[in-house]
């Protein structure tokens, strides 16, 4: 951090790998050299840049969740950057995210490369920029620009930041000596203090308009302070960035912050595999072979070419064969007609898709995920074939969702090489990876798939084999509690408008109905054999007696008259009440606060049953899963993060009282979250 003086310039260089986030200790650093360098008369002017290929990526995020975020307040260095009497230049390479940018708002002159990516994405962290960044960023790019680039987290590039005023040049080559050739020379850019700026002439009618946009109910209430903040803007910049840091002390703590957070760090953390040896190397996958060119099949096939990657897609069906290419091609097109690839991207990826009707042509591939339909003697004939045809170091995956992965793996001979992938419809835009490691799942072959969900742009969260594997597991759970709510008062609407609101992107009858009623009864029919003990309500069942499969025939549990809107069927509404009749249970009014308590408590129970059983490695792989494939608002953290905020105490409390009342068999609280509760532990710590 000691910075090298070169003439008459002095350099400042934020370094803390990997992504120069500004802790307490690098602001420490920052505010001491700014201040040297102030003081040596011999130095007359200052760059500040990035040490490696970033300038920073913000604040230190894990700060934001201790009590004292550390000395010196990172709004006071920034002040004393601005206020500094020789030109502070900033270079900039690589991302220059939240505090990062407000780093650089605060020096006098800004040059970019054109690597440089410019965000203020604290409210995808359920805050506001809080060091002069709602003050500074209007000033420059004007109100309406900076509204929407920070209620959006939006990120630009050197080439838009130029553009819109953020930077003032943006140079080809090496920006920290251009900007030290700047800062030496004679026509060093003056002092221009951005705090000190006009108040941006669109202010009232931009602000005017965020705040009509803002949604009635939102979980975080980070765009509205947001706006609030940019509206305290008047001549008095001091003033201004005092009403920022009140808006930001009340949003650090909000329950939204936190979840989102932990959703942050539980991204990542998700991809570290506990136990892996560090020098287990994940296999190069460059080319891909998927199996069957269904609807599961082609949007795998879309999501690994829009990662760059080479796929063969393989179907037998000549007609499906033909339809899946038309499909993958025209997702690409419809890409660059959208302008978010260039016409070249585009042809370059249709270009690496190829479509075979044999396995033959899955000779030279480095992985290959089987998407065929889902039955055992059909995956047997792929998988044995495959085991004749790939390369003995090919990683062969299964896309199941419903079989038993071990099963699949005794098909070839050596079952170290299978993997499952069990991506989510639509596969080109779910986020989520379920990779699931079998008994005999090579440690590589699981770093390759960990590292494959990464490049193709998915969360990977590693699962161990069961029925359902962790996400499916538990929302038969969810869906179990959904039913019996209707059979004892609720209807359909009621649960899914309860559930909604509360922060899940669709109800729990919706998504059968979207789902396919068909497929949730075929499994019920599964369960009466194998669980007997278990049994579900019968209103789903009867729905499906009515041919009512869901949005897919236009009729489910809903009706769908334009083919997408839900709509509620008094028909159903009549099912159900008359089936309650039929098994002697007195309808009563349930309040949402019980159709919420009731669906997440179940969704509890079972993912601290699979945590404890070390199908999940850890809680937040479980609420990952939720936040990426089900819908679980990233602001509610998902399901192990809502029971720490409950309390496990008292979730257990609500789980006992639940196992007291009606169908209490379902409710047996899972072995982890007594011990858990027991020991006044949270699903948090890290020990868990
Ligand atoms: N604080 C703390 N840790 C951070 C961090 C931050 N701002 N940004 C990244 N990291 C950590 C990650 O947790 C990860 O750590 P592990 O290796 O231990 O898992 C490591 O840095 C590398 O990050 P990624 O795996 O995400 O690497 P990437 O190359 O895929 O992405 C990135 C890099 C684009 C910078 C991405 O990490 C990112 O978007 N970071 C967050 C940026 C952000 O939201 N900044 C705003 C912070 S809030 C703020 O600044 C408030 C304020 O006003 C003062």
């Known amino acids: 951090m000691t910075e090298p003086q070169s003439g008459k310039v002095s350099e ?94 605060a020096c006098h002159y800004r040059i970019a490369d054109a690597s440089a990516r410019f965000a203020l994405p604290e409210v995808t962290l359920g805050i506001l920029p809080g060091a002069g960044g709602t003050q500074r960023l209007p000033r ?30 943006v140079v080809d080559g090496d920006v920290a000596a251009a900007a030290r050739e700047l800062a030496a020379s004679a026509g060093r850019p003056p002092i221009r203090r951005t705090g000190a700026l006009p108040v941006p002439a669109d202010l009232a009618e931009a602000v005017a308009e965020a705040r009509a946009r803002l949604p009635v109910a939102a979980l975080s209430t980070a765009p509205a302070r947001i706006i609030d903040s ?18 930001f002390s009340e949003l650090r703590t909000t329950e939204a912050a936190r979840a989102l957070q932990h959703a942050f760090f539980g991204e990542r953390k998700v991809s570290r595999i506990p136990g892996l040896a560090r020098d287990v190397k994940a296999r190069p996958v460059a080319k891909v072979g998927i199996v069957g060119g269904g609807l599961m099949g082609t949007g795998i096939a879309i999501a690994l070419l829009n990662a760059g990657l080479s796929v063969i897609v393989v179907e037998t069906r000549d007609d499906a064969r033909e ?98 992938l069990h991506f989510f419809s639509p596969a080109n835009i779910m986020r989520l990876l379920e990779v699931v490691r079998g008994a005999a799942t090579g440690p590589d072959v699981l770093a390759t798939a960990m590292a494959f969900a990464k490049r193709v742009g998915k969360v990977g969260v590693v699962s161990g084999v069961c029925d359902g594997f962790i996400g499916n597991r538990m929302f038969e759970e969810y869906l179990r509690q959904a039913y019996f709510l209707l059979e004892e008062g609720a209807l359909p609407q009621g649960v899914d408008r309860a559930m909604e609101r509360w922060g899940m992107a669709m109800g729990p009858l919706r998504v059968l109905d979207l789902a396919g009623q068909d497929i949730g009864w075929a499994i019920r029919k599964r369960r009466a054999v194998e669980q007997p003990d278990r049994p579900y309500s019968g209103i789903p069942d009867r729905v499906c007696e009515l041919g009512r499969f869901g949005q897919k025939v236009g009729r489910g549990i809903y009706q769908y008259p334009d083919g997408r809107t839900a709509v509620a069927d008094p028909l159903i509404d009549d099912l159900i009440v ?44 479980v609420d990952m899963i939720y936040l990426n494939g089900y819908g679980f608002a990233r602001e509610r953290g998902g399901p192990m993060f809502q029971a720490d905020e409950i309390g496990l105490a008292t979730v257990l409390e609500k789980i006992r009282a639940l196992a007291a009342g009606r169908n209490g068999w379902a409710w047996e609280p899972a072995p982890l979250l007594v011990e858990l509760a027991a020991q006044g532990k949270r699903f948090a710590d890290p020990n868990v």
Not at 141 to 167: C, F, K, P
Not at 590 to 619: K, M, S, W
């Open 578 to 621: 008359a089936y309650s009749q039929e098994i002697g249970v007195e309808r009563r009014l349930i309040e949402d606060a019980e159709i919420v308590d009731r669906c997440l408590l179940a969704l509890i129970n079972e993912g601290a049953r699979i945590v404890g059983e070390g199908i999940a490695y850890r809680p937040v792989d």
């Open 323 to 420: 339809k899946s290419r038309e499909t993958a091609a025209k997702a690409v097109e419809r890409d660059a007609a959208k302008g978010r690839i260039t016409q070249t991207v585009a042809e370059s990826r249709i270009a690496a898709l190829s479509m075979a009707a044999g396995l033959e042509a899955l000779g030279d591939v480095d992985l290959v995920i089987e998407a065929v339909f889902e039955d055992l003697a059909a995956k047997e004939q792929v998988f044995t074939a495959l085991d004749r045809i790939v390369r003995p170091d090919t990683i062969l995956a299964s896309n199941t969702s419903t079989l038993d992965l071990d099963a699949i793996a005794a098909f070839v001979a050596d079952p170290s090489r299978v993997v499952g």
């Open 230 to 247: 940019v509206a305290a803007i008047t001549p008095d910049f001091a003033a201004g960035c005092a009403v920022e840091t009140a808006l």
């Open 140 to 169: 420059l790019m004007g109100a309406r620009e900076a509204l929407a680039m920070m209620t959006g987290g939006r990120m630009i590039d050197a080439g838009q930041a130029l553009a819109l005023g953020v930077v003032d040049e």
């Open 12 to 105: 400042i260089i934020l370094d803390t790998p990997p992504v120069n986030a500004l802790g307490a200790g690098l602001r420490r650093h920052l505010l001491a050299a700014i201040e040297a360098a102030d003081a040596d008369p011999a130095v007359e002017a200052i760059v500040l840049r990035g040490a490696g290929s970033v300038f920073s990526a913000g604040a230190d995020i894990a700060e934001f969740a201790a009590d004292d975020m550390g000395e010196p307040w990172h709004p006071l260095v920034l002040d004393r950057i601005e206020a500094c009497s020789k030109p502070v230049i900033a270079a900039i390479t690589g991302v220059c995210l939240g505090g990062g940018l407000e780093t650089a708002l």
